[in-house]
C-alpha cells in the first residue's frame, strides 16, 4: 500500500501572521507550498501565464509580467472577468502542486499554504486545517502598518474574506498568534510532533 503524505491546508486571515506560521513549519522541516508564490512566478517576469493573461485581458502586462495595478480593477467586482482570471490561474497553480506532491511523496507531512482555502472550496483537497489567528484588534494593528494600507482597504479585504470566527470553527487545529513568536512556535512544534506521533500510530 502506497503511504501518501498528510496534507494540512495551512489558512488565515489578513494580518493573522500565516507567513510567520508557515516559516516555523519550513524551519521544523515540513515541505511547504505557497499558492501565492505559485502565483507570482506564474505572474511575474517570464511567467508561464503572462502571455495567456495578456490575450484576456490587454494592456495588463510588461516587462515585469502581470501589472497588478492593471489588472486588479478590471477584475474586482466583476465576478465574470474574476473567473475568467481564475480560470487561467487555478489550473496551472493545481499543476504546480501536482508536481510538489510527486517530488514530496515520501515525507510524511507537507503543507499547503493558501490564502482563501475556505474561500474557494480548497479545503476539500488537504486531510487537515491549520488555521493561523489573533485577536481582532492586534489584526487591525499589524495590517494598517503594512505599507499602502489603508483602513478602506483593510475593511474591503476583510469583507472577502471569510470572518476569523468561522474559519476557527472550521478548522482541525488552531495556532494562536496574538502571543509572543517563542510561545507561537512551540504550538506548532506541539502540532507537528502530534501529527507525527499519530501516524506512526496509525501504521502499528
Given amino acids: 500500500m502506497t503511504v501518501k503524505p498528510l496534507v494540512l491546508g495551512l489558512t488565515g486571515s489578513i494580518a493573522m501572521g500565516k507567513s510567520t506560521v508557515a516559516q516555523i513549519f519550513v524551519d521544523e522541516a515540513i515541505p511547504h507550498f505557497d499558492a501565492d508564490a505559485a502565483v507570482h512566478l506564474l505572474q511575474g517576469p517570464g511567467g508561464a501565464l503572462v502571455s495567456e493573461i495578456e490575450a484576456a485581458f490587454p494592456g495588463t502586462t510588461g516587462p515585469t ?15 465574470e472577468k474574476l473567473a475568467r482570471l481564475e480560470s487561467i490561474i487555478h489550473p496551472a497553480v493545481g499543476a504546480m502542486r501536482a508536481q510538489f506532491l510527486e517530488k514530496h511523496r515520501d515525507a510524511p507531512i507537507v503543507l499547503f499554504d493558501v ?4 474561500e474557494k472550496g480548497g479545503a476539500a483537497g488537504v486531510d487537515k ?3 493561523v ?12 502598518a503594512r505599507e499602502g494600507m489603508t483602513v478602506e482597504k483593510f475593511e474591503h479585504i476583510l469583507s472577502l474574506q471569510m470572518p476569523d470566527s468561522e474559519k476557527r470553527k472550521r478548522a482541525d487545529y488552531v495556532i494562536d498568534t496574538g502571543v509572543s513568536i517563542a510561545e507561537t512556535r512551540e504550538q506548532v512544534r506541539v502540532l507537528i510532533k502530534k501529527l507525527r506521533d499519530d501516524l506512526a500510530d496509525s501504521k502499528e
Fill in 133 to 144: 489567528s489573533a485577536p481582532a484588534d492586534q489584526q487591525r494593528r499589524r495590517a494598517l
Fill in 115 to 118: 490564502p482563501l482555502l475556505f
Fill in 129 to 131: 486545517v491549520v488555521v
Fill in 65 to 79: 509580467g502581470v501589472d497588478r495595478q492593471k489588472l486588479g480593477p478590471i477584475v474586482l467586482g466583476n465576478r
